[in-house]
């Protein structure tokens, strides 16, 4: 069964900074793209970045709402893909969703749960 | 402001068919695949399409997506009230090189 288990959401003041986890298994971890993907409250899905596999250079894209304040990094050793977000603003108050796509165009696409990202003194 | 254009909301009765559209431009769909995901209530998004018009296994035949040049649609036949939810497309921008979303489309079975 495929999982993906998202971490390290919470309360953090505006110009903070926090660390986001998302443990994977059940698929091929080291062979997927991993996506982070936001959602604020009542709001739609906003794309926050991508890291590639190993055999892609572990290429990494970010949004442009986020580019320069966030880096997306992953240790297939542990099936873990990871968000660093610095110089938080209250617009990045969000669910944070990690989402892996195992194969591009495939249906080998997957979605967490979700932590909460909440930006606030 | 959404890259991807989609209707903020759409109905119909049980059993009808509704369809959601979704427009881009030549940067994203038009030049790349466009994927469709579910959100119900309170849970994550799911893969409803891919690559245009794939229908994930277990996912119903009452749905169906096509795209044309920079458009794309979702259709959704003999409607259920469990197809109460948030729709979205997806597709790859060249020109931003990121994944573009659009803004969602609530539909609502009345």
């Known amino acids: 069964e495929v999982q993906l288990v998202e971490s390290g959401g919470g309360l953090v003041q505006p110009g903070g900074s926090l660390k986001l986890s998302c443990a994977a298994s059940g698929f091929t971890f080291s062979g997927s793209a991993m996506h982070w993907v936001r959602q604020a409250s009542g709001k739609g899905l906003e794309w926050v970045g991508r890291i590639r596999s190993k055999a892609n250079t572990y290429a990494t894209a970010y949004g442009a709402s986020v580019k320069g304040r966030v880096t997306i990094s992953r240790d297939d050793s542990k099936n873990t893909a990871y968000l660093q977000m610095n110089s938080l603003k209250t617009e990045d108050t969000a669910v944070y969703y990690c989402n892996a796509i195992a194969v591009a165009g495939t249906a080998d696409d997957y979605w967490g749960q979700g932590t909460l990202v909440t930006v606030s003194s | ?110």
Request: charged share 15%.
């Open chain 2, 1 to 110: 402001q959404s890259v991807l254009t989609q209707p903020p909301s759409a109905s119909g009765t049980p059993g009808q068919r509704v369809t959601i559209s979704c427009s881009g431009s030549s940067s994203n769909i038009g030049s790349s695949n466009v994927y469709w995901y579910q959100q119900l209530p309170g849970t994550a998004p799911k893969l409803l399409i891919y690559r245009n018009n794939q229908r994930p296994s277990g996912v119903p035949d009452r749905f169906s997506g096509s795209k044309s040049g920079t458009s794309a649609s979702l259709a959704i036949s003999g409607l259920r009230s469990e197809d109460e939810a948030d729709y979205y497309c997806a597709a790859w921008d060249d020109s931003l090189s990121g994944r573009v979303f659009g803004g969602g489309t609530k539909l609502t079975v009345l």
